[in-house]
């Protein structure tokens, strides 16, 4: 049984910094076998992928958040993290942990895509 335990939400101002972490268990972040990712969820509105790693360590972001986010993961504590920085007010929203089975080469953003989620972390960020 997969499990994701997310940590490291809380509030900000605006060029502020925070890292997330996402605590794995009933699988290795070093597997092939899976997509890890996280995803954010506006108040109101859609939940959209942020960025996500795969076990050889590529990265994708989302368009709004490259060169300020970075995703890692930590092998020896099978922990996902988001370090996140220059942060402004559309940051804010719930953000989630999420891990999906890996369908082919590669890993995408896409929700639909991931079977296990956390609880979710809320970000506030003020300007």
């Known amino acids: 049984q997969v499990g994701l335990v997310e940590s490291g939400g809380g509030s900000v101002q605006a060029g502020g910094s925070l890292t997330l972490s996402c605590k794995a268990s009933?699988?290795?972040?070093?597997?092939?076998?899976?997509?890890m990712g996280w995803f954010r969820q506006p108040q109101g509105q859609e939940r959209e992928g942020v960025a996500i790693?795969?076990?050889?360590?590529?990265?994708s972001y989302a368009d709004s958040v490259k060169g300020r986010f970075t995703i890692s993961k930590d092998n020896a504590r099978n922990t996902l993290s988001l370090q996140m920085n220059s942060l402004k007010p559309e940051d804010t929203a719930l953000y989630y942990c999420a891990t999906g089975y890996r369908l082919g080469d590669s890993c995408r953003r896409v929700r639909h895509e991931y079977q296990y989620w956390g609880q979710g972390t809320q970000v506030t960020v003020s300007s």
């Open positions: 790693i795969v076990s050889e360590g590529t990265t």
């Open positions: 009933g699988y290795t972040v070093t597997s092939v076998n899976y997509c």
